[in-house]
Structures are given as structure tokens and as C-alpha cells.
């Protein structure tokens, strides 16, 4: 464990430069006939690439940089994060992580209407500025223990409320599970799920509905995540060379699981604007991290191992991807579970889609039902 160094975000115009080369010779090909369903079209993907020729980075480089930003060395990593420290000296601190494929960045608009918090939004290692590990395997109880060492042996928080979306939301329960002593409480927007063996052995019918219909999309759904699991550094060494694959891969994501009408991919920008899509591309252009962004899918953390339950005061927002997941599952997860609601509006990305309503529900849930240490 080493200190804390500052970090700037700055992209050499020689990078600018030949990202704009690239992209001015894309090579696009149209629709296939037939083709199935997906969240990307070839009209959409060469609107955004014009969008992306055109973009203002610096301004939106300037933007980042008004975030404070930081690398410290946990475990054998260098972690990127944001650290927004509050006004007020009594101030809660609380852990926000991304998932795949967004990044740190996209977490930023939900940091940001959280004045009264101390907000460290962390970079998950090997994703953006944060280097992969060295050795070992990226398992979701590593990273549970880095992310923990950051809040509390790097930035001294002994009590913090944790968050996590996609892969971090099994993070945000192992924090909780393995170190409630320091954990204040815990937001999920991502429910705890069972492992397929533990899902195996339900017996109450709503909650094998909710898992057979998932089971029934994964096959078409879940085909990214095969590939990033079985053939990672095939399909990394196209995405990394082309920025208009990369691109269409990301944005894909992106709209199939926000709370858009399917149909049009351009719906993807009343939750999550192309300015917001086009930095998630940026960061994994720039920073050539998409091949050890796949780690967690061939590395163990998307294959989880059975995570106890948790006794800390918890607080579920069910965001609309999931919309019919069973309350019984969460109440026998979150022991001390304060409230249990259903989004409204927002999908997957629920801090980037509703900042705003998210951030309100947190702040009540942590100022009613969280207790000061």
C-alpha cells in the first residue's frame, strides 16, 4: 500500500489525431437482412461516429478534470478514483462502482447532486486509469477487498454506505457480507442474485419465474458475454484497433439495458445522452483497456461463488431491467433490509439515468435508517 498521487486526465493530440484518422475511414456495412434483434443499427452507429468526428473532447476532458481524481496502489493494482469531499466535516462517505461496459465517468452526474456526501467513485482495476492486476485472478472477493482497502486503509473511512452496479453489484454484497463492521449500509439497484446452483433450489413459484425468464433471454442476451468469457483477446484485438467497433459495441449495451421502448437505438439518449456514450468510448480508447475489461468474465468475478447474507441496514431500488425481481429474494439476502421500492424510471445504468432521483432516495435512506458510528 502506497500513498495517494493526483491525477490529471490529458489525451495527447497525436492520440486525437489518429483516432480522427481512423474514424474518417471507417468502413461500415449495412443491416443484414433479418437480421435479430439488437440495440445498434448501421444508421445509428454512423450517427454516432459523426457525432464522434465533430465531438468537443477538450471541453469534455476540462469536465472530467473538475472532478478531483486520484491513484493509489491497493493490492498489486494502481486504483483510479474520484474523491468529492463534502463541506460538511460530519459528512457520510459512500463507495460508488461502475460495472461493464460503462466507467467511472458515467457515474459522475449521480456523484455530483450528492453534496452533502463524501463520494469516492472508484475505477475498477484494469478499466480506464486503473491498472489491471498483476498477478492473480480478478474474483469478486478481490475486488471486494481492494475496494475496501481503498475506503478504509488508503482514505481512512471506517464507516461508509456502498453501491455497486453490473459486475460491483455482487462487490457492494461482499463488502457488506465480509466487513459489516464497516459498513454503514448498502443500495442496490442490483438485488442480490442466487448462484444457479442456489437457484436450482427454489421452490416458491414467482421466484422461479423471475430466473426461468432470465434463463429463457441469456441465450440471445448473453452472447457478449460468452465471447468475452471464451474468446477475449480475439475480440479485444478489433475492438482495440477500430474505434467504430468499439464504439458499436459499447453503445449496444447501452441501449438494450437502459429503460428505453426498444426499436430506435437513438431512444438510449432520453437516459443517457450521446456526449455521456461517447466519453465511455473515449475512456476505453485512450486508455486501451477493453481487453482487461473483459477479465472479469474469464477471471471468475461473473461466475460468483455463493455470497452470505448481510445484516447491515440495506435499502433496494429495483431498477426497471429487473423490474419483476421477487422481494422474498431480497429479504432473505439484506437481513436488516429498511425499505424495498421499484424504480419508476431507470434501467441497468440506474446512476447515470435517474442521478437525480437516485441521489434523493439515497441521501433519505442514508439520514432515516443509516445510524452514525
Known amino acids: 500500500m502506497t500513498g495517494i498521487r493526483p491525477f490529471e486526465l490529458h489525451v495527447d493530440d497525436e492520440v486525437l489525431d489518429d483516432l480522427h484518422a481512423r474514424l474518417a475511414r471507417a468502413r461500415l456495412l449495412p443491416d443484414s437482412p433479418r437480421k435479430p434483434r439488437s440495440g445498434m443499427t448501421a444508421g445509428y452507429l454512423r450517427e454516432l461516429i459523426d457525432s464522434w468526428l465533430d465531438w468537443d473532447w477538450r471541453a469534455r476532458e476540462d469536465w472530467l478534470n473538475r472532478h478531483p481524481q486520484f491513484i493509489a496502489r491497493v493490492d498489486d493494482a494502481d486504483v483510479h478514483f474520484v474523491h468529492l469531499r463534502s463541506e460538511r466535516a460530519d459528512a457520510p462517505a459512500l463507495l460508488v462502482m461502475h460495472g461493464w461496459p460503462h466507467t467511472f465517468a458515467l457515474q459522475l452526474d449521480f456523484a455530483d447532486r450528492l453534496p452533502d456526501f463524501d463520494v469516492v467513485v472508484a475505477s475498477l482495476p484494469g478499466f ?4 489491471p492486476y498483476d498477478e ?5 472477493k478481490r475486488l471486494a477487498a481492494t475496494l475496501h482497502a481503498l475506503m478504509t486503509d ?7 454506505v456502498t453501491y455497486g452496479e453490473d459486475v460491483t453489484a455482487n462487490v457492494s454484497d461482499l ?3 465480509r466487513y459489516p463492521e464497516h459498513v454503514a449500509g448498502i443500495v442496490a439497484t442490483h438485488a ?5 446452483s442456489e437457484r436450482e433450489l427454489l421452490t416458491d413459484a414467482a421466484e422461479r419465474a423471475f430466473f426461468d425468464d432470465l434463463s429463457a433471454r441469456h441465450g440471445s442476451d448473453g452472447a457478449y458475454g460468452h465471447v468475452q468469457a471464451t474468446r477475449p483477446d480475439t475480440l479485444a484485438a478489433a475492438l482495440n484497433d477500430s474505434p467504430a467497433g468499439l464504439l458499436a459495441w459499447i ?4 441501449v438494450e439495458w437502459s429503460d428505453t421502448p426498444p426499436g430506435d437505438p437513438r431512444a438510449v439518449e432520453r437516459r443517457i445522452s450521446r456526449g455521456r456514450i461517447l466519453t465511455e468510448a473515449m475512456i476505453y480508447w485512450v486508455t486501451q483497456t477493453i481487453g482487461s475489461s473483459f477479465r472479469p468474465y474469464y477471471e ?5 461463488d455463493p455470497i452470505p447474507p448481510t445484516s447491515v441496514p440495506a435499502a433496494v431500488f429495483i431498477q426497471r431491467h429487473e423490474g419483476d425481481y421477487p422481494e422474498s429474494i431480497a429479504r432473505r439476502h439484506y437481513l436488516d433490509l429498511r425499505v424495498f421500492d421499484r424504480l419508476e424510471q431507470g434501467g441497468h445504468f440506474a446512476a447515470a439515468e435517474v442521478p437525480d432521483r437516485l441521489a434523493s432516495l439515497v441521501r433519505e435512506f442514508v439520514t432515516t435508517e443509516v445510524v452514525p458510528a
Open 136 to 140: 492473480g485472478a480478478m474474483t469478486e
Open 128 to 131: 480506464a486509469f486503473s491498472s
Open 192 to 196: 442480490h442474485f442466487p448462484t444457479g
Open 300 to 304: 471468475g468475478a461473473d461466475q460468483p
Open 175 to 177: 463488502i457488506a457480507a
Open 154 to 160: 488508503v482514505l481512512d473511512y471506517q464507516r461508509y
Open 251 to 254: 453503445a449496444e449495451k447501452l
